[in-house]
């Protein structure tokens, strides 16, 4: 993505009407108070602003924006210091509503770093599916996946050795990075088939990152990050009796959500968060599978 489209997208209409809303409206209220007091003030002694204005109690509606604008600043602050974000901690069963919130918008932009994303892949597919028949303001979709590099050796996902020890298991690896292959080649049919027969342009991209799958994170349309760690002592079983596996389940990651519509800190780190995807994006390489195909 273009650096231009970057900064238009971080800086765009909504955060400076924000802006300019935290900056002009204690303002604006103090006027409109202090006017209301000073009419009513007039009112109550100057007999014909008071008839010309067809009231008699001025006195006490003078008195009352007098104490508003004394109380203006305390009731704000209060407020501001009692207001609680919705949404402070999610699971991952959780993200279908944010992928929904996250396609309201007219240009849809989803990352995300982690495993192999099985959870946020469901949640796009059938999102993605509904754009045939209901695009609603939707124009176009950009979707980027960051998972690792099954082609190296891992201690997570691995085989559990003796001891408890990981033991790198190419098999098993080989198992995971066919998953990923499998949602990356569904999910670019679909972009495909959307942007032909549809008025959504969506392009979908797999890369892989070295290392183990420690974080997962989500980010929507550059104004929210979700992210979490994995429990990395998970395991699984292939078979009954099978060997056991060091296998992170990412249905269970519960995801700490950043937003830049709280606060000033917030912000910072949703800005942080983009940053380290982009810079992890621009190291990650293209999958084998991709290579091979093409042309």
């Avoid at 949404?87 to 995300?112: C, D, M, P, T």
């Avoid at 990981?166 to 999910?187: A, H, T």
């Avoid at 380290?276 to 994006?281: E, G, T």
Wanted: aromatic share 10%.
């Amino acid at each position: 993505m273009a650096e231009g489209t970057r900064v238009s997208a971080e800086d765009g209409i909504g955060p400076r009407l924000r802006r300019f809303q935290e900056r002009y409206e204690p303002l604006v209220t103090r006027a409109l108070l202090l006017g209301v007091f000073a009419t009513g003030l007039t009112a109550q002694f100057v007999k014909p602003v008071g008839d010309a204005l067809e009231g008699k109690a001025y006195l006490g509606g003078a008195l009352f924006s007098l104490v508003g604008y004394v109380l203006y600043d305390q009731v704000k602050e209060l407020s501001s210091s009692v207001r609680v974000p919705a949404r402070v901690l999610v699971n991952s069963s959780q993200l279908g509503s944010f992928v929904s919130e996250a396609f309201q918008a007219r240009k849809v932009e989803i990352s995300f770093l982690g495993y192999t994303g099985e959870t946020l892949y469901n949640a796009l597919y059938h999102r993605l599916e509904n754009l045939f028949d209901n695009p609603g303001p939707t124009r176009r979709v950009s979707i980027r996946m960051l998972v690792p590099d099954f082609g190296q050796p891992m201690i997570v996902p691995s085989r559990v050795g003796q001891d408890d020890g990981p033991e790198d298991d190419p098999d098993f690896r080989k198992r995971m990075e066919g998953r990923c292959r499998e949602y990356d080649s569904v999910l670019s049919e679909l972009a495909g088939r959307l942007t032909a027969n549809s008025k959504v342009a969506v392009e979908c991209e797999y890369r892989l990152y070295p290392g183990i799958p420690r974080d997962k994170i989500c980010i929507f349309n550059r104004q929210r990050v979700l992210h979490g760690l994995y429990d990395l002592s998970a395991r699984m079983r292939l078979q009954h009796r099978g060997p056991e596996f060091y296998d992170p389940k990412g249905f269970n990651t519960d995801l700490n959500v950043w937003s830049r519509e709280g606060t000033a800190a917030a912000e910072a780190a949703v800005s942080t968060w983009n940053k380290h995807f982009d810079d992890l994006w621009a190291l990650a390489k293209v999958p084998p599978w991709r290579q091979q195909t093409a042309p």
